[in-house]
């Protein structure tokens, strides 16, 4: 049970047959079970999996994807979301000295997590000194320097003093003093049971004391339902900015670190996937989700609609030049999504109708990348004149004044026209195809 079900999930739903709605029933009820057990907080669960309902039922696949496949895709989207979204976080820190503070229960993996990041940091070339200001862990001050001694970072710590706050203040202090450019403070993970508030409220008091960059909530995968109130309590202490989720490579649960995330507004930035310092990654959302789901399948799926979508982008603008007036604008477009699909003539082959016509299509087809690139900041030169009314290129002084202004030949110009006139010959032949305009009608294009 747990995260693992959600691929079984999707397996599931891309066997099934039968009416839709009642596909996307089922498969909701898979997906919300499978979250729950992996102890994502079932508000969250339920929001999530209202928005992949909706757009489910209301959304139309591009042509040639199923909407079975469309709901995988949906799923993902909407996971990716949840995650932090397509970007992958900004690990770089936006200045120095920039201090990080950790927060977490004890045992998440939060001194540890010191010295994977401290590594981290070192080998992107910042000097890094860490704190030891946890005074409850027994231990904790010579797991840190030790680990300190091994990534290379500066060390500060007061084996003899019980006073955490000061013991941080005088650490962030000392370091930047030492020239660190970021500076990373240990915190106690526990102040003996049923003492949480104490915990808080000593992260409070060592945040008002170093004024930290970033507060980084250290929370272990494997922690379930627990996690979301966790989660929101340290936020409400001292807020979180970013989160570390440990011991990826334990657990299919992981839902807690979904939790957290749901608690706290702040996304992942990194996962420990391992005891040693080296078992340490950037979070990229996308590929967690792509991962969650079933990977391999889940890929091909996505380029494939990625890439339908692009068709179907560029029938639109094929249809639109069918209907109407070639201007350069509507080329600048069409440029665009084609660089975007890819070679022109598999394009066409996914088209029906259209591999018919390939060999009248052949020389427009054969136009590279690095041409269009030219040609598009060719027309950016262009008055809006020029644009909507592609004849007054016939004027040579227009071609020269548009040449000087994109840096290029005047013959590049010249190309550029000539390709309008083949395209412009290529519509006429198009509008006298009815397969293609009968095509174009169905899909409401005309
Ligand atoms: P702290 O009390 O939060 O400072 O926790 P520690 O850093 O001492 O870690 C507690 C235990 O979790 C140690 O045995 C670590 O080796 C282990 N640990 C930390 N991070 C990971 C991880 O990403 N994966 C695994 N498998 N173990 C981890």
Redesign the pocket.
Known sequence: PGLDDLRKAVGRLLKRSGPYEAIVKEYIRDIQRALISADVNVRLVFDLTKRIRERALREQPPPGVSRREWLVKVTYDELVKLFGGDDEPEVKPPYTPYVIMMV?V????????VGKLAKFYRSMGYKVGVVAADTY?PG?YE?LRQLADRVGAMFYGEPDSKDPVSIARRGVEELKKRGADIIIVDTA?RHGYGEEEALLKEMQDIAAAVKPDEVML?IDAAMGQKSYDLAKRFHEATPIGSIVV?????TAKGGGALSAVAATGARIKFI????DVD?FEVFRPRRFVARLLGMGDLESLLERIERLQGVEEFEKTVAEMVAGKITFRVLYRQLEQMRKLGPFRKVLQMIPGFSTMLDSFDEAAKVSEEKMRKWMSIMNSMTYDELDNPELLEQRSRVKRIAIGAGVEVSDVRELYNYYKTVKRMMRQLRKRKDILERFAKMGRL
């Open positions: 977490g004890q045992g998440s993996g939060k001194t540890t997590t862990r904790a797991q993970g250290v440990t011991k990826m490579d334990g420990g996937t391992g005891e078992e």
